[in-house]
């Protein structure tokens, strides 16, 4: 399997502007990105989801370029309840299948 | 609306026994699809069944397998187990491939 790779880890302080990248060069042509949020022992909680150029809600932007090989997940102003891992997940050509990222652990500092 | 909903929480076993997980997913969501995550690592995918068929399997051995009934929940069930098998068990529902909605997961615990 193709591997989806991520940042191990982040650190920021409350109120800056988080970009976190995936890079997923073997994506499948007709599949969304996804971004996931995960906090210790409780199941992913799903963030935002695009196809392709820029997605935003009320939490978070998502920005896809035309190759489709990576995706960045920009968290707008972090506060300490946004301290915990982030996953993107994908699915991959060959396979079929979906993948997630290897994940990025971001801790917010005061 | 009710979310993802898994059951137990939490369950203890012995080497050797034999385990059934179980998930209900989202009302009008049609899929389901178990995922197995290892203590500081990403979920791992286990399979995927839309209504009630098995549409993709992960690289897991055949003690693993899993069903869906009519109603779309979904049952995993583990067979034979190793203290490898130690880990959060997620079930995903989705209406759409890759916008899966997770339930709180089961944490499995082989002595």
């Known amino acids: 399997l193709a591997k989806t790779t991520q940042p191990i880890s982040m650190d920021s302080y409350e109120g800056q502007e988080v970009n976190i990248t995936c890079s997923h060069n073997n994506i499948a042509t007709n599949d969304y990105i996804t971004w996931y949020q995960q906090f210790p022992s409780q199941g992913p909680r799903f963030i935002i989801q695009?196809?392709?150029t820029k997605v935003t809600n009320e939490v978070a932007s998502l920005f896809i370029p035309a190759d489709r090989k990576s995706s960045t997940l920009s968290l707008p102003r972090v506060s300490l309840s946004d301290t915990a891992v982030y996953y993107c997940l994908v699915g991959d050509r060959n396979t079929d299948k979906l993948i997630f990222g290897t994940g990025t652990r971001l801790q917010v500092f005061p | 609306d009710a979310g993802v909903t898994q059951s137990p929480t939490h369950l203890i076993k012995t080497r050797g026994q034999h385990v059934t997980l179980r998930c209900s997913p989202i009302?009008?969501?049609?899929?389901v699809s178990w995922y197995q995550q290892v203590l500081g690592q990403g979920p791992q995918f286990i399979f995927q069944y839309y209504e009630k068929e098995e549409r993709g399997r992960g690289n897991f051995p055949d003690r693993f397998s899993a069903r869906q009934f009519p109603n779309y929940s979904s049952e995993l069930n583990v067979n034979a187990l190793l203290l490898g098998d130690s880990a959060l068990y997620l079930c995903?529902?989705?209406?759409?491939?890759?916008?899966?909605?997770f339930g709180p997961g089961t944490r499995l615990t082989v002595t």
């Open positions: 995903a529902s989705s209406y759409r491939r890759s916008e899966q909605y």
């Open positions: 009302s009008g969501h049609k899929s």
């Open positions: 695009g196809y392709k």
